[in-house]
């Protein structure tokens, strides 16, 4: 008697284990920027910042993006419950293109190339510093901001 109460109270246990396991559990999903678009396992849900409720027992995969940014996706476990994305800025590209043409093309002091420069990726973290040199002529410089309109046609100016 005692061996079969052991035992009913075994298979109730690994039931409740079982069950347990089906539950689902939330999870507080953050991004910065706020506003991100989050999809789990395919799924759309909503922007961030979100409570997800997920089945328990299995891991899922969270994505995040949001439009100027590079997406990020993270597997998530049972047992967690909160992911937070910093979002990185995703590169732009640009052109360059002067009068006179065949001026070099200097991004935060590297070369990247001779004008006319028809398109080259730009880093979209942090203040991007772009610079013409042409021997004759005055050097040109501005800060490359996302968005921010660039001359179509850069006139460089011959130094006295």
């Not at 590169?91 to 190339?113: H, K, M, R, W």
């Not at 040199?133 to 901001?145: A, I, M, N, V």
């Amino acid at each position: 008697m005692v061996a079969l109460t052991l035992a009913a109270l075994a298979s109730i246990g690994m039931l409740a284990l079982v069950l347990a396991r089906r539950e689902p559990w939330t999870l507080d999903i953050a991004s910065l920027p706020p506003a991100a678009e989050v999809t789990v396992d395919g799924r759309y849900l909503g922007q961030a910042p979100l409570r997800a409720t997920l089945a328990k027992g299995q891991s899922h995969l969270v994505r995040v993006e949001r439009a100027g940014f590079e997406p990020s996706t993270r597997e998530v476990k049972p047992g967690e419950w909160s992911l937070h994305f910093v979002l990185k800025r995703s590169p732009f590209l640009i052109s360059v293109i002067t009068d006179p043409p065949g001026a070099e093309v200097l991004l935060n002091d590297q070369p990247v190339g001779t004008t006319p420069l028809w398109s080259f990726t730009v880093p979209g973290e942090g203040v991007q510093q772009l610079r013409l040199h042409k021997p004759g002529y005055r050097d040109w410089s501005t800060k490359l901001e996302r968005g921010a309109p660039l001359p179509t046609l850069i006139r460089l100016q011959p130094s006295r």
